[in-house]
């Protein structure tokens, strides 16, 4: 499990320092739209945002599921604050979890909705808020 953990971070770190990056897409509220990186891959999904120093007011990161479930998320190694919108198959609001704190203990509290979901968006902390989005919106794309 340790050195799973370290070849994980190791391999955020890489990709981080590589300047790699993911497709850009955008998801809209409204008039309120998001520049996201979709990830698609576990690897992907699993090093989400860690390591990184910000996210960007209007960015944001979209994790794709293969199918509806319940996905659990942590904040591990993250250090700000972000929102957390889950999206069932239609792309509406299933669930939101505000302000979610960045965790750099070594155990982590992690986050579960209430419902099912195919995809989650997170957005800088606030920006739900800021943009209206409740449950039950629909995103486009």
């Not at 979901?117 to 606030?126: K, S």
């Amino acid at each position: 499990m340790r050195r799973e953990r370290f070849v994980l971070m190791l391999a955020a770190w890489v990709f981080a320092a590589c300047g790699c990056s993911h497709a850009q897409d955008n998801i809209c509220f409204g008039r309120t739209c998001f520049s996201v990186e979709t990830m698609r891959t576990d690897e992907e999904r699993a090093r989400g945002l860690m390591f990184r120093p910000e996210l960007a007011e209007g960015r944001g990161m979209f994790f794709v599921f293969d199918q509806e479930d319940i996905y659990p998320f942590w904040m591990k190694n993250m250090s700000f604050a972000i929102d957390m919108l889950w999206l069932d198959k239609e792309q509406r609001v299933v669930f939101i979890r505000p302000n979610v704190p960045p965790c750099r203990a070594e155990e982590c509290p992690v986050y579960t909705p209430a419902v099912k979901a195919l995809c989650v968006l997170e957005i800088p902390a606030g920006a739900a808020a800021r943009s209206g989005i409740r449950v039950g919106d629909s995103a486009r794309r």
